[in-house]
């Protein structure tokens, strides 16, 4: 099973210490694994954070996985796991056979970067500049699209997940943002099968807070298309 316990992805809420539990408990029960996947959980803008899934298994069943995609640049194509120990060297000899393992300099530079204190300082910053464009986010949706959508809850990360009322076709509003030059993404794109939900993902790691007011906006102007 693959989870994103601190911040779904896409929908953004965190799963609480029973669910957690019961996961562990069922994982137990049928012998099964649990991939924990921590995506954005360094960017979290409220009280301190659940235990992670890593944390509470008391039987190496958790694979916990990370990335630097997120806390600094996805061109780096870095991450990490944190495995039980019986499955490392596995892990090692799938990794090597997929391709030769992670670039050996940028490892190396990113060991340095880590070591001198610097990705620590670049997540804070980071995390203050974030919950500000969240901030933004969320009264401008307010102000423009009160009434018409529902903000998610979400205590972490890099996008807001919304969803849509008066079942307006969350595709098509997407196609029109675009068309306008507001980036988003349909939950659709997450489904598998039939969509459970009209919504879309307001990403916001890449866009000041500067220009998030006409960019919803914009989007308020496109649903009022639809
Ligand atoms: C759910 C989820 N997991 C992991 C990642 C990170 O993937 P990668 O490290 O391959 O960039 C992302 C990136 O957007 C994500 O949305």
Known sequence: VCVTPSH????????SLP???????WAAARQAVVIEDDYDGEFRFTAR?????????????????????KSMLPALRLG?????????EALVAAKHASGLGAPALTQAAVADFIAEGHLLRHVRRMRTAYAQRRRV?????????????????AIAGLHLAIALRNGVDADELTRRAWAAGVGVEPLSRYWVGEVGMQGLVL???GISAARIPEAVRRLSRVLGTL
Do not use: C, I
């Open 203 to 205: 990403g916001y790691g």
């Open 137 to 153: 986010l969320e009264q401008m949706l307010g102000r423009h699209l009160g009434g018409q959508v529902d903000v998610l809850p």
């Open 80 to 88: 990490y796991v944190v495995a039980p120990a019986w499955a490392r």
């Open 8 to 15: 779904q992805s896409p929908l953004g809420m965190a799963m």
């Open 19 to 25: 669910r957690r539990r019961e996961l562990l408990n």
């Open 49 to 69: 954070p659940l235990d992670a899934l890593k944390t509470l298994d008391r039987d190496g069943r958790v694979f916990y996985v990370g990335t630097f995609s």
